[in-house]
């Protein structure tokens, strides 16, 4: 089956380091969305990517879609302690509904 | 408008006794998704369910789980004779039947312990 894997799995930057995680999938995806789950709460939906190539901003956050439809990056610009937490890649499959998660990134912060 | 509404948050069962959790989708979703999350992991999909229909249980074990969302009222994940290793938190959440650019919402999860 869809196996989505994320790279590292513990990330610990000074506040206002750059911070990225990136995500491969196995099989070419029909888009790719990103969570934010904090310690103790829930993941919370950030973005999805459809197309090819994809590029989208929130702000410090930075969404990429590679080429192939099977991986992709989130970068953070200048963290701040507010963006404590785990970032989850999450892929859907051509004709799918279902979302198969990623391992997940766990930031922290050193103030 | 009410999110998607998880109850019990925090549920206490001793080895053998059953589980019953429920979700209430958003207003407007029509598809339902169960998720279990062990501590310091990831998110793994059990089943995937529409009103009246189970859609995708490929990540349910076999044995002891069963999933429902009936016609009226919640969707319920049930555990018969829980063990240690049920003990997790159970999030549910729910789309609309066209995504779109939307994602998942997910409730604030149940957090199960098995004594």
């Known amino acids: 089956g869809q196996q989505v894997m994320q790279i590292p799995q513990y990330q610990h930057v000074q506040e206002g380091e750059d911070f990225t995680t990136y995500c491969n999938s196995s099989?070419?995806?029909?888009?790719i969305q990103w969570y934010k789950q904090r310690p103790g709460g829930h993941p919370v939906f950030l973005i999805q990517l459809v197309k090819s190539g994809e590029v989208k901003k929130q702000k410090r956050l930075t969404f990429q879609f590679g080429e192939a439809k099977k991986n992709s990056s989130l970068h953070i610009t200048a963290t701040q302690t507010t963006d404590v937490g785990t970032y989850f890649c999450?892929?859907?499959?051509?004709?799918?509904?279902?979302?198969?998660f990623g391992t997940g990134t766990r930031l922290t912060i050193i103030p | 408008n009410a999110g998607v509404m998880q109850n019990p948050r925090h549920l206490v069962r001793r080895r053998g006794q059953e589980a019953r959790l429920r979700c209430s989708p958003m207003k407007g979703h029509s598809h339902v998704y169960w998720y279990r999350q062990l501590p310091e992991e990831g998110l793994k999909f059990m089943v995937y369910l529409q009103k009246e229909n189970i859609i995708d249980e490929s990540g349910m074990p076999k044995e002891r789980f069963s999933a429902e969302f009936p016609k009226e009222g919640p969707s319920i994940l049930r555990i018969q004779q829980v063990v240690r290793g049920d003990s997790a938190a159970y999030f549910c959440?729910?789309?609309?039947?066209?995504?779109?650019?939307?994602?998942?919402?997910f409730g604030s999860g149940t957090r199960l312990t098995v004594v």
């Open positions: 099989t070419t995806l029909s888009n």
């Open positions: 959440a729910s789309s609309p039947r066209f995504q779109g650019y939307q994602g998942y919402t």
């Open positions: 999450a892929g859907q499959d051509f004709g799918n509904e279902k979302l198969t």
